[in-house]
C-alpha cells in the first residue's frame, strides 16, 4: 500500500547499535501501529498510537520505543539491537473511531547480526 | 498467552477445492473478527470482516462462518485457485465507539497453496 510508507525496506545492523525504522501515511489516519512478523509467531503488537500524544505499549514492547512526530508520522526505535530482534516489522494505519481496517505498509526486514 | 489461536500452520488444497482456516478466542470483548491475506513481499491487506451479531459474511468466493457461543470463527475459501496461494491471517479487535481506542490482536497465520 504505497499510501504507507516504511523505510527502510532492509537493514542489517550489528548487537548493541541503535537502529530507528521509519513510517510516514498520506491516509490521513489517526491510529498507526507497530507489528513484528515471525515464522510460526503471526503479527505481534509492538506499540499503537491514537494520535499526536497518546502513545500505548503493545504485547511485545520490551527492548522498543516509539515517537509519533506528527499525524502522519510514527517511529520504532531498538535502543540496543539484538539478534532476536531479527524479524519483520509492519507499520499500519486505521481511521480513527469504532472497528476500522488495518492499512499496512510492506514491511521493513531486519537482521540483527 | 494466544489470544487468538488460529490453524492449520499450513494448508495445500487443489484448484477447485474447499480451503477452510479456523481461528477461536478467548475474549468475549472482541466485537470485530477480520481476515487479512498476506502476498510475499507485502504488508497484509484486508480481505474480509464480520461482526458478532452476524453468524456469515459471505464476499464472492470468501466466506466467514461465526459461532460465538463456541467463540470460534473460520474462513471458507471456495472454488480456489493458484492466486490465493498467500499467508491468511485471522484477527479480533477491541474498539471504544466514541474515542479512538481500537487495538488489534492476530493469530498466527495459515500458508495456503493452491495447487493446479
Known amino acids: 500500500d504505497a499510501d504507507v510508507t516504511q523505510t527502510p525496506r532492509n537493514r542489517i545492523t550489528k548487537t548493541g547499535k541503535r537502529i530507528m525504522l521509519e513510517c510516514s501515511q498520506t491516509k490521513g489516519h489517526d491510529r498507526m501501529y507497530w507489528y513484528r512478523q515471525d515464522p510460526g509467531l503471526g503479527l505481534r503488537l509492538i506499540y499503537y498510537?491514537?494520535?499526536?500524544?497518546?502513545?500505548n505499549k503493545g504485547e511485545i514492547s520490551d527492548g522498543y520505543s516509539v515517537s509519533r512526530q506528527a499525524q502522519a508520522k510514527f517511529s520504532l526505535s531498538l535502543e540496543s539491537a539484538i539478534p532476536n530482534q531479527t524479524a519483520l516489522y509492519f507499520c499500519?494505519?486505521?481511521?480513527?473511531?469504532?472497528?476500522?481496517?488495518?492499512?499496512f505498509g510492506n514491511g521493513t526486514r531486519l537482521t540483527v547480526t | 498467552q494466544q489470544q487468538v489461536k488460529q490453524s492449520p500452520q499450513s494448508l495445500i488444497v487443489q484448484k477447485g477445492g474447499i480451503s477452510i482456516i479456523n481461528c477461536a478466542y478467548e475474549n468475549t470483548a472482541f466485537d470485530y473478527f477480520p481476515w487479512y491475506q498476506q502476498f510475499p513481499g507485502k504488508g497484509p491487506a484486508l480481505l474480509i470482516a464480520?461482526?458478532?451479531?452476524?453468524s456469515e459474511k459471505k464476499e464472492g468466493r470468501f466466506t466467514i462462518s461465526f459461532n460465538k457461543s463456541a467463540k470460534q470463527f473460520s474462513l471458507h475459501i471456495m472454488d480456489s485457485q493458484p492466486g490465493d496461494s498467500a499467508t491468511y491471517f485471522c484477527a479480533a479487535s477491541i474498539s471504544s465507539r466514541s474515542g479512538g481506542y481500537q487495538k488489534v490482536t492476530f493469530g498466527t497465520g495459515t500458508k495456503l497453496q493452491v495447487i493446479p
Open positions: 499500519a494505519t486505521a481511521t480513527g473511531s469504532g472497528n476500522s481496517p488495518l492499512h
Open positions: 498510537s491514537f494520535d499526536v500524544k497518546d502513545i
Open positions: 464480520i461482526r458478532p451479531d452476524v
